[in-house]
C-alpha cells in the first residue's frame, strides 16, 4: 500500500522551477500533524540524501546547496509536504523521495532533471 506519493517532476531548464508534492493519503491526520517530512534525492552513482526538512512545529532545514533556492512547506489539512525548487541547476538532477521518520515511509521517488 502507497504511504507517500510524489508528484510534479519533470525536465527543466537550468534556472528554472518545478514544485514537488507528497500526499500521505492513508496517514491518520492526527499522525500526520505529528510527524516531520523530509524530502531526499539520489544522483546516479551518488548516495541519496537529505535535501529538506519539517518538523511538526513548521521548523525547516536545508542542505547547504539548495539553502535559498529550495522551499519546503507542509499543508496539514491536505497531509501533503511540498517541495518549491527555484533556480535549478544541473547538478540538482536527481530522483527526489519524499519520507518520513514515521514507520521509515518513503515514497516510489519521481524524476527531476535540469537541462544545461
Known amino acids: 500500500q502507497v504511504q507517500l506519493a510524489e508528484s510534479g517532476g519533470g525536465l527543466v531548464q537550468a534556472g528554472g522551477s518545478l514544485r514537488l508534492s507528497c500526499k500521505a493519503p492513508?496517514?491518520?491526520?492526527?499522525?500526520?500533524?505529528?510527524?516531520?517530512m523530509e524530502w531526499y534525492r539520489q544522483a546516479p552513482g551518488k548516495q541519496r540524501e537529505l535535501v529538506a526538512r519539517?518538523?511538526?512545529?513548521?521548523?525547516?532545514e536545508y542542505t547547504y546547496s539548495v539553502k535559498g533556492r529550495f522551499t519546503i512547506s507542509r499543508d496539514n489539512g491536505k497531509r501533503t509536504s511540498d517541495l518549491r525548487m527555484n533556480s535549478l541547476r544541473p547538478e540538482d538532477t536527481a530522483v527526489y523521495y519524499c519520507?518520513?521518520?514515521?514507520?521509515?515511509?518513503w515514497g516510489q521517488g519521481t524524476q527531476v532533471t535540469v537541462s544545461s
Open positions: 492513508r496517514m491518520i491526520l492526527s499522525v500526520f500533524n505529528a510527524v516531520d
Open positions: 519539517i518538523t511538526s512545529d513548521r521548523v525547516t
Open positions: 519520507h518520513t521518520p514515521y514507520n521509515n515511509y
